[in-house]
């Protein structure tokens, strides 16, 4: 029994784990056809022939479009404007109020406000972390108009309730599958198994394009809507058939000519990528599915994960040990990362949404108090508590790993998890001495880099 790295002894490995390598010569020579041609953008603000964009953009579209049996690919300049475009599609009004998980990026909130919607934070599933029905009908008031449901670290939230829930209450659903390209809920694709949904390109993504974005619906009305948005709805209402104009003052939120040369090589690595991530995923979890105190991963018949992270669930009276202790003692076996990427563990996630000082104090848009002030006789309270799973994931027990991933390979994995394997063995030699090791801090994977480079 060898001693714990974090007590002084030899760590399993300490040679750095890989870097993700997204780009290459496709890529590449992609981008230099776009620059060659000299245009960057095929978008002008006016209906007419140049009002969806550029022969890349529109490329990149139907690709994503037809791969997946999706109507509509509307690309995007980045997710988060995705979904304002999305929430300002479905028609939402000032004072009407949308259901949203808190343990999600902030975007998948925030986009509401931007509309006036109000954001009711629906509590989550505590082994799938989507967001969980029985908690949404519990949410839902004669106020509520839609649901942004999101399909957290690669997993597909339980879609089948979720839509008779929709149907029974005429609500409108918005995926949020930044997080989830090409991942199947039931044999359907998720995305557009709702009213309207998309994916992020952001860089850490599976698959990206620096930043960017792309929305998918099967709705003809939706997709009209969402293009209006993204190019300056304004100025092209008088081309379009369009009934109700209401927050068609569109933006820009276009996608560039390279953007999308580069998105149209990036998309042909997706499947590979899933494949990849989906079998060393499937050999962490072998590693890890017998031990006493760890939740792995749990994948239903017909559906598939991603893994953006691999989740793991820590129960700290099984193991007697807090999260924060473990992830130091795990990290200590293995290098410090130099970038997220290569960070093997990091704990909690994101704090939950509704405990942001712009909910504490319910400033959105301007100072006074819109949009929750637009109905008076509700006191909207975002307090402690309100969340209780999400807020224990946070706290005490999730812990979130990137290295299921491209450029990892099966003996990464295989470091990685004896590294856990190590600490669960050791796990008293780490309780005796965990008075030295402060459990306060939170393991910083950014501090910790910016330590390091
Ligand atoms: C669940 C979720 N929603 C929304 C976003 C926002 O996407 P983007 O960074 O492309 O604007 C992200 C990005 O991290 C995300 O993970």
């Given amino acids: 029994m060898s001693k714990l790295a974090i007590l002084g002894g030899e760590p399993v490995r300490k040679h750095d784990f890989p870097n993700r390598k997204s780009m290459g010569r496709n890529e590449k020579d992609a981008a230099l056809r776009v620059l060659d041609s000299d245009i960057l953008s095929g978008f002008i603000a006016a209906g007419g022939k140049f009002f969806n964009g550029g022969i890349e953009v529109k490329n990149f579209e ?67 972390y989507t967001i969980d029905p029985k908690s949404i009908e519990e949410k839902i008031t004669k106020r509520t108009k839609a649901i942004v449901v999101v399909h957290l670290f690669g997993y597909s939230a339980e879609m089948d309730k979720i839509l008779e829930i929709a149907k029974n209450n005429n609500l409108k659903i918005i995926e949020d599958a930044a997080q989830a390209p090409g991942v199947i809920y039931k044999n359907r694709p998720v995305g557009a198994i709702g009213d309207i949904g998309g994916f992020s390109l952001n860089f850490h993504k599976h698959i990206h394009t620096g930043e960017g974005g792309l929305i998918v619906t099967n709705n003809d009305e939706l997709a009209l809507r969402a293009r209006l948005i993204r190019n300056h709805g304004e100025n092209a209402l008088d081309h379009y058939d369009v009934q109700d104009i209401s927050n068609l003052i569109g933006s820009n939120y276009r996608y560039t000519e390279l953007q999308a040369a580069i998105g149209i090589e990036q998309f042909k690595k997706l499947k590979n990528i899933l494949e990849h991530r989906q079998n060393i995923g499937s050999l962490l979890s072998n590693k890890l599915k017998n031990i006493e105190g760890i939740k792995i991963p749990q994948i239903e018949k017909d559906c598939t994960h991603a893994y953006y992270m691999y989740p793991i669930k820590f129960d700290s009276k099984v193991l007697g040990i807090n999260r924060n202790t473990f992830v130091k003692a795990v990290s200590a076996e293995l290098p410090i990362p130099k970038f997220w990427d290569t960070t093997p563990m990091a704990e909690g996630y994101i704090k939950p949404l509704y405990l942001n000082k712009i909910y504490q104090t319910k400033t959105a848009l301007g100072n006074s108090g819109f949009p929750w002030n637009q109905n008076k006789e509700v006191n909207y309270i975002y307090k402690k508590g309100l969340c209780p799973i999400t807020e224990k994931l946070y706290e005490e027990e999730l ?21 856990i394997e190590k600490v669960l063995t050791n796990i008293n030699e780490l309780k005796n001495n965990a008075y030295k090791i402060s459990d306060q801090d939170i393991f910083d994977p950014i501090k910790a880099i910016e330590k390091n480079v």
């Avoid at 000032?94 to 629906?122: K, N, Q, V």
Wanted: glycine share 8%; aromatic share 10%; charged share 15%.
């Fill in 62 to 128: 139907k690709i994503w479009a037809n791969e997946y049996n999706f109507k509509h690919a509307i690309s995007i300049n980045s997710w988060t404007t995705g979904l304002q475009a999305c929430v300002g599609a479905i028609g939402i009004e000032p004072g009407d109020e949308i259901i949203c998980p808190p343990y999600t990026m902030s975007a998948s909130a925030t986009a509401c406000l931007f509309y006036g919607g109000i954001p009711i934070f629906a509590d989550i599933d505590p082994l799938r």
């Fill in 399 to 419: 812990i979130v790993s990137p290295l299921v991933r491209e450029g990892i390979s099966s003996k990464d994995i295989s470091d990685f998890a004896d590294a």
